[in-house]
């Protein structure tokens, strides 16, 4: 009966793998569609601008905005579905799955409250647009040494391993900190935060962050941002991706 008992507990659980790592794909696709509309939508209210129908521009910025929550949505629910097909196992008792889907989306939102991710993209449109009348000018509030984002960069901290040297376009299994948000190569990275007797510091040059195995990971973002960039270094050439790896960071 034990055997049979654990048969088919293993049988259930890869159901659930299997169910929620379709999820996970399907989420994923629709939040590359968001940013490919977003995408769209800037270069038509670049022209819109060009034309002065500034109206027209500033309905495109509000569904640009509504776009962006939606992407946060879609990312919080990425995040929970790869939660609960890494940790569930079946039990003996029913599990309350949309209570554990609430929890894992709270979770999810309590670690970026601040939208860190989408505020690039919603930056670059106002950007793109700031620029078709004030090329070479910085923005309103930006008259400061601040280092700003431009609608021609994209939006991961470092482009290259620090540990491989890859490019992260080129890494098999691409991880990023949830801490310094710096990008590696899992196995790399994995080994290198095992091969410290206490917690290491993240091997980017003047990076104070010490990384926690549980806090580097694959977040929903990443691999569609890496998608970005290699779209990006097609259209562009590789010299447009600056790696924010050579200048200098302060510690939060």
């Known amino acids: 009966m034990a055997s049979t008992s654990g048969g088919g507990s293993g049988v259930a659980t890869g159901r659930i793998r299997s169910h929620t790592s379709a999820l996970y794909s399907d989420n994923q696709s629709l939040i590359r569609e968001i940013r490919k509309a977003v995408a769209v939508m800037k270069d038509v209210a670049v022209d819109l601008e060009r034309d002065e129908r500034t109206e027209m521009v500033k309905d495109l910025e509000a569904g640009v905005i509504q776009l962006l929550a939606a992407s946060d949505e879609c990312m919080h629910l990425s995040e929970a579905i790869q939660s609960i097909g890494d940790e569930l196992e079946p039990g003996p008792e ?11 989306i709270a979770k999810s939102k309590a670690r970026s409250s ?16 700031w620029h078709v009348h004030h090329a070479g000018q910085p923005m309103p509030g930006d008259e400061q040494e601040d280092i700003v984002m431009t609608s021609t960069q994209c ?17 098999a299994e691409p ?25 290491g510091r993240c091997p980017v040059a003047g990076c104070p962050k010490i990384l926690q195995a549980q806090r580097v990971l694959c977040d929903p973002f990443l691999v569609v941002e890496i998608d970005e960039v ?17 200048l200098d960071e302060e510690e939060d």
Do not use: W
Not at 114 to 129: V, Y
Not at 155 to 171: A, D, I, Q
């Open 114 to 129: 601040c939208h860190a991710q989408n505020q690039p993209l919603l930056r670059q449109f106002r950007e793109a647009i």
């Open 155 to 171: 939006n991961l901290l470092n482009v290259t391993c620090p540990l491989s040297g890859k490019p992260v376009t080129e890494l």
């Open 175 to 199: 991880v990023r900190s949830m801490d310094c948000k710096h990008i590696y190569e899992k196995k790399a990275i994995m080994q290198y935060i095992k091969s410290k007797s206490t917690r």
């Open 94 to 104: 029913p599990t309350n799955l949309k209570k554990k889907f609430d929890e894992e």
């Open 230 to 246: 290699r779209s990006m270094s097609k259209q562009n050439g590789p010299d447009a991706i600056e790696d924010f790896t050579t």
